[in-house]
């Protein structure tokens, strides 16, 4: 909103000029997400003790969650979405399609979340929507928002193949139209998959929000220097017109997770809960898939996905063999059942979400 406002302005007034400048507006949106949510969670948090819209522990989950973690309000992401959209409102470019095509994905996803937190609570269960009802309307809203993009020529289907020097996959060059439609499927399901990996790894106090925003910064610096024509030739990498304006959006998740995580910081005051967890998980996948770099998400998404594949590989042995591999999935209880203690699980996490965002990172130059 500034950007359109103020820097039409800059010939008359130079200063306005500073808008232009995607840096700066990522810097100040980082700044403005972590105050809107360090300023509302007390006041949103009060309203959900008093509303008495409390997590519901799982009875199958380890035990000690039902002692420590009773009554701790839940659906904490509905800030953490406040904050993320206000600040791209005021501080990003609204006339990018990249950008527009991320805030849906953000609002559509943490609908589904909230409706379900919404049910868990009303209904004191901790089963809400069915998983079947969930990933219907995670698959129909993405293929809605991606066929819409890929229609209108908002979005090419290209994948960076990482390591290697020029790389690229070209999907219609493949096989026409009917390959693109394809790249479509596949976006979605890399957007689904991430939204409900996250969810999965969102299971103890602020485990979650540091692997998210290790993820969000790693995508808002690949989006800047790939919508960068300079920095884009310089790593060999595919330029994205309009693809620098992503890390307004990466950024500002960083600066709502901050804001976020001074509250839910072990011992957590708030739980994010499916609203946020959806909703921000959708987001770093519609990032992944927006700078075309969805081939390197599941190493900067390495904690995500051993989450999921561990309850992959849990439900499937126990229902071939009749046994278990973990003690507990998602793998962070089965560390609790080893004896680790909370923190220590969630600062190792987050120290192995820091190197493979650095690993990632790395593998833009060495092609």
Known sequence: MFYH?????????????????????????????????????????????????????????????????????????????????????????????????????????????????WKKVMEQSSDGLSGKHKLLFQFGWGLIVFALAYANGWIEPVSVVPLFKGAVLRWELIGGVLAGWAWVAFAVFVVVGTSNAVNLTDGLDGLAIGPIMTSAITFALIAYVSGHATFASYLHIDQVAGAGELAVVGVAIVGAGLGFLWYNSYPAQIFMGDVGSLSLGGLIGALAVLTRHELLLPLVGGIFVLEAVSVILQVGSYKLRGKRIFAMAPIHHHFEKQGWSEPKIIVRFWIISILLALVALTALKVR
């Open 5 to 117: 406002f103020l820097f039409p302005l800059s010939d008359s007034f130079g200063p306005f000029r500073v808008f232009e400048s995607i840096t700066i507006r990522a810097a100040w949106a980082m700044i403005t997400a972590l105050a809107i949510c360090y300023l509302i969670f007390p006041t949103f948090i009060r309203w959900l003790q008093n509303k008495k819209m409390e997590q519901v522990i799982r009875d199958d989950g380890p035990q000690a969650h039902l002692e420590t973690k009773m009554g701790t309000p839940t659906m904490g992401g509905v800030c953490i979405v406040f904050g993320i959209v206000v600040s791209v409102l005021l501080w990003g470019r609204l006339d990018e399609p990249l950008v527009l095509i991320a805030m849906a994905i953000l609002l559509g996803y943490g609908l589904v979340g909230l409706i379900d937190d």
